[in-house]
């Protein structure tokens, strides 16, 4: 129903810079939200920064102040822009985009994004 084109992945070196980029489309509620989660090998997948239509941004604490995340609501396109990049950013990155309709949720995801962050 939703389909994704996720971007701007790829390898630097700790301290480096990283935008990636995700364009959703298909029948998608004009109130929504749309962010981008990670899952490193071994471990969960953690919220990194979501934003809604009103321009609501909500970060983990570990990307706080290091990490960018807007939004163009008409083309539902979002960038995560990553500064000071650790290698525990290192991650598959999953866009993501969450809205309610009739007070039932639903959850769409991208195909994910390697970045990877090493010396």
């Known amino acids: 129903q939703v389909r994704f084109v996720e971007s701007g992945g790829g390898s630097t070196l700790p301290g480096g810079s990283l935008t990636i980029s995700c364009a959703a489309s298909g029948v998608i509620p004009t109130i929504n939200n749309m962010g981008w989660y990670r899952q490193a090998a071994g471990k969960e997948r953690e919220l990194v920064a979501t934003i809604n239509t009103i321009g609501t941004t909500k970060y983990a604490d570990s990307v706080k102040g290091r990490f960018t995340i807007s939004r163009d609501a008409a083309k539902h396109l979002v960038h995560l822009q990553m500064s000071n990049l650790k290698p525990d950013d290192t991650a598959l990155y999953y866009c993501?985009?969450?809205?309610?309709?009739?007070?039932?949720?639903?959850?769409?995801w991208g195909q994910g994004t390697q970045v990877t962050v090493s010396s």
């Open positions: 993501n985009l969450y809205y309610e309709h009739d007070f039932r949720p639903y959850t769409y």
